[in-house]
């Protein structure tokens, strides 16, 4: 009875787990074809497209962990709010997380390097920050679940520590996304093909050399 409990809880975690990038996967899909559509037929302007998409990244999540922060114990609204902030996080990947191909076609890789190694510094300090805010933190609960032992005393860390830890999301996701939306540019740099740059400045300078010798 135990095994088949175990196995039932672990496929539901599994599949529950899942489900938000499921979502993430096809919004993500859906809001490329409505970039392209955009961007191809003239109807909007690369910028407004890209950082509206990169809006609605940033709504989205910010919305739901701002919820989920004040949702208490309800687990279905948690998972619902979980679901559909990662599912409109996935308009991310046409607005910010596309531009660096559009800044320096020639350098996307590098640029894509550098922002990734900065954006990837959360994959340690994020845990570091939680572990901080909510360590010994703790409050007992009393569960009951379908198994021999009836009822079990499990420490849990508490609600208000928890509340700070989705509110910082929240606030990273806002804060980046009106960093984008008010300083991002769509149009290729000039240093994307700099020997033009230098080129060009040679050749003004031979033109000059040439013409300050026929004056002489």
Known sequence: MILLYTSYVTFQNGLL?????????????????LADYFISNGKLSRAVVRKSFTAVWMVGPTVA????????????????YLCMGHMLGGAAYSGFNINTVELAPNYAGTLRGITSTIANTNGFSAPALIGYITNGNVCLTVK????????????????KHWKIVFLIAAGMYLG????????????????????EMEQKHLDTEKSSYKNEIKMK
């Open 17 to 33: 787990s899942a489900l938000p990038f499921f979502l993430n996967w096809i919004f993500a899909n859906a809001c490329g074809f």
């Open 65 to 80: 962990l701002t919820a989920l922060a004040y949702n208490g114990c309800n687990s279905k609204l948690a998972l619902i």
């Open 144 to 159: 009951t679940i379908y198994c021999p032992m009836k009822h079990l005393i499990i420490l849990q860390q508490d609600l």
């Open 176 to 195: 980046g996304g009106i960093v984008f939306i008010v300083f991002g540019r769509t149009e290729t740099q000039p240093w994307n093909t700099y020997w």
